[in-house]
């Protein structure tokens, strides 16, 4: 079967780094995403890696090693509005969207 | 403000009783989808729709119907509502669906609950 990992939940303290992982295993793969959601909201596109190596932006960064089947986002300077569920998704061989649960980040001043 | 309006953003429904959830999207995007999201699971897709006049069948469509008359618009019907299918429902369109950052924009999401 087809299967997105990632960790409930992790507390980080404002300023810090934070690094969310994912690990899949799908049926092929063309693609992986990262999406934000506050509570009670709908989520919201981060970023798309396709190819292995580090996509940087602004204080994101998502890494991807198809080969290990794995991908990290990482936060840097982290901020109260960071507090979130982050979303891994990969798009497989047949170009649906298999989502990981969720991992609810905590931010603590 | 362009995007996705979902209506109602809340409802409580009997069981058996039948139910329509309204999308609409003013960003002439091709490809529309609805998911569902419970508790400690990822988004799961009920149905799909490519472009204008064509829908097909996500991972979890049993209990579900839909229709994409024109672009804009892709309502998700319940027919007989049961308790399973208390959930929060996200509708969300993306440009095109198949390969490249096919990022998709998502609706504010309506919270149903079936008694």
């Known amino acids: 079967g087809q299967n997105i990992d990632q960790p409930t939940e992790m507390t980080a303290t404002e300023g810090a780094i934070v690094q969310i992982n994912c690990t899949y295993q799908t049926s092929g793969f063309n693609g992986l995403f990262w999406y934000q959601q506050h509570a009670g909201e709908a989520p919201t596109f981060l970023s798309y890696?396709?190819l292995d190596g580090l996509e940087e932006k602004g204080r994101f960064s998502s890494f991807l090693s198809r080969s290990k089947g794995y991908s990290y986002l990482l936060l840097k300077e982290l901020q109260m509005k960071d507090s979130a569920s982050y979303l891994c998704?990969?798009?497989?061989?047949?170009?649906?969207?298999?989502w990981g649960a969720g991992t609810k980040l905590i931010i603590k001043p | 403000t362009a995007g996705i309006t979902q209506a109602p953003t809340s409802q409580i429904l009997a069981a058996g009783r039948s139910m329509t959830l309204r999308c609409t999207q003013d960003?002439?995007?091709?490809?529309m989808y609805w998911y569902r999201q419970d508790l400690g699971l990822g988004l799961r897709l009920i149905h799909y729709?490519?472009?204008?006049?064509?829908?097909g069948k996500g991972e979890v469509p049993d209990g579900y119907s839909v229709s994409r008359a024109n672009t804009d618009d892709f309502p998700l019907t319940l027919a007989s509502a049961v308790p399973s299918q208390t959930s929060v429902y996200f509708c969300?369109?993306?440009?095109?669906?198949?390969?490249?950052?096919?990022?998709?924009?998502f609706g504010a999401g309506s919270r149903l609950t079936v008694l």
């Open positions: 960003m002439r995007h091709n490809a």
């Open positions: 729709s490519n472009t204008a006049g064509t829908t």
């Open positions: 998704a990969v798009r497989d061989s047949n170009y649906q969207l298999i």
């Open positions: 969300a369109s993306s440009e095109r669906s198949g390969s490249g950052a096919n990022v998709l924009t």
């Open positions: 890696n396709v």
